[in-house]
């Protein structure tokens, strides 16, 4: 079974809307970290925002918030005000197990993000 | 400042040759990591270093050699590679406390391999 599950392959977004990218995870530890990180055609992973399993708050960077419902296993990024340079390949990632110096990420197969003017 | 480098941008190289990949972070990162992305596709770890010791090796092929300088640098030497290999490998560093786990990558090098 998938640990991270991206449903929407691409979305479309008009400029200046919010959108949201969804992602749901699958763990059976109680400590796990959540992250999102977005990829230009560039090719580099820039990080957005993280959600500790434990955080009892949504986190939030900016423009970018994560919708966490830890009961649904679901953590969804939202992006407000979208904008042009928003267009990229969205990657939501896993941590399983307690944080520590060697963290393995499990990451979704992404979300091909268009921003249109 | 969360920047990691890599070097060279590009890279092409023959299935004979030897070619090495090189990451460098100024953070005091005490965790680095090697990862392979084929394209549309999520990245794939492959080597990871914790106080400059090889603490992850994900059964990559030994055709491909991580390497550990000290605790800013990272290498990734190429020998004998297949066509199949080539691939964006980008390099990424992180923290060794719980709450700063974040993984900052670098731009990577885009491997292309005749």
């Known amino acids: 079974a998938q640990k991270i599950t991206q449903t929407q392959p691409g979305m479309f977004v008009q400029e200046k809307e919010a959108v949201t990218l969804d992602c749901t995870y699958d763990?059976?530890?109680?400590?796990?970290?959540l992250f999102w990180y977005k990829q230009p055609s560039s090719g580099e992973m820039i990080f957005l925002i993280y959600q500790g399993s434990y955080d009892q708050q949504n986190a939030t960077e900016g423009r970018y918030s994560l919708n966490f419902q830890k009961a649904r296993k679901s953590a969804n990024l939202v992006i407000s005000a979208s904008q042009l340079g928003d267009s990229a390949m969205y990657f939501c990632a896993m941590r399983e197990g307690e944080a520590g110096a060697t963290n393995k990420l499990i990451f979704g197969t992404g979300t091909l993000l268009a921003v249109q003017p | 400042d969360t920047e990691v480098t890599q070097t060279p941008k590009h890279l092409v190289m023959g299935m004979t040759n030897k070619k090495s990949l090189k990451c460098e972070q100024h953070?005091?990162?005490?965790?680095m990591y090697w990862y392979k992305q084929k394209a549309k596709k999520p990245p794939e770890l492959m080597f990871v270093?914790?106080?400059?010791?090889?603490?992850i090796n994900e059964s990559v092929p030994s055709r491909f050699s991580p390497e550990c300088p000290n605790s800013s640098l990272l290498n990734l030497h190429l020998h004998a590679l297949q066509p199949e290999d080539s691939a964006l490998y980008l390099c990424?560093?992180?923290?060794?406390?719980?709450?700063?786990?974040?993984?900052?990558f670098g731009p990577g090098t885009r491997l292309l391999v005749l």
């Open positions: 990424a560093s992180s923290q060794d406390v719980p709450l700063l786990e974040t993984q900052y």
């Open positions: 270093y914790s106080y400059e010791k090889l603490s």
């Open positions: 763990t059976s530890d109680p400590s796990y970290g």
């Open positions: 953070m005091g990162h005490r965790a």
